[in-house]
């Protein structure tokens, strides 16, 4: 199979894999962090770079490693990067907090690993007056009582 790119097609390939290695855990600054299942893809496609027109936005590291550059790095592929992360933040503040909130209400023996109709419609209800509360304040009024409920 052939296939072809343009050198802007090809640019916005290494910003989608430089988003996908930053979504497995891969930091560009930590060679290390590097997912073992994606490397050799990632070597070959950072690599194909130059080929491509795009050398500008790789670089070669001592070991011959390559990797996004600041192009990519700090480009419009950083600021979807913020927004991914911001958005999974709230999700997941506002999801675990009415969790929480509901089993308490439920107590420890009562919830299980399934929810019924109207457990998932408190949970929705929870989920939702976090969130209501995120829009207006942001984490202002998130306290964290150490130690426990006070």
Not at 123 to 131: H, I
Request: aromatic share 8%; hydrophobic share 40%.
């Amino acid at each position: 199979m052939k296939v072809s790119f343009t050198q802007k097609e090809f640019s916005r390939l290494l910003e989608l894999v430089h988003l996908g290695l930053a979504v497995a855990g891969s930091r560009p600054e930590d060679p290390a962090t590097m997912p073992e299942r994606y490397a050799d893809l990632t070597q070959k496609v950072f690599g194909l770079a130059e080929p491509f027109g795009c050398a500008d936005q790789v670089e070669v590291d001592v070991n011959g490693q390559f990797f996004p550059n600041e192009k990519i790095t700090e480009g419009p592929a950083a600021e979807k990067l913020e927004r991914f992360q911001e958005d999974v933040f709230w999700n997941e503040l506002a999801l675990r907090l009415a969790e929480r909130d509901l089993h308490a209400e439920l107590g420890a023996t009562k919830l299980g690993d399934e929810l019924t109709e109207a457990e998932e419609e408190r949970l929705a209800a929870l989920e939702d007056s976090y969130w209501r509360e995120f829009e207006v304040n942001g984490v202002n009024h998130l306290v964290v009582l150490r130690g426990g409920k006070g």
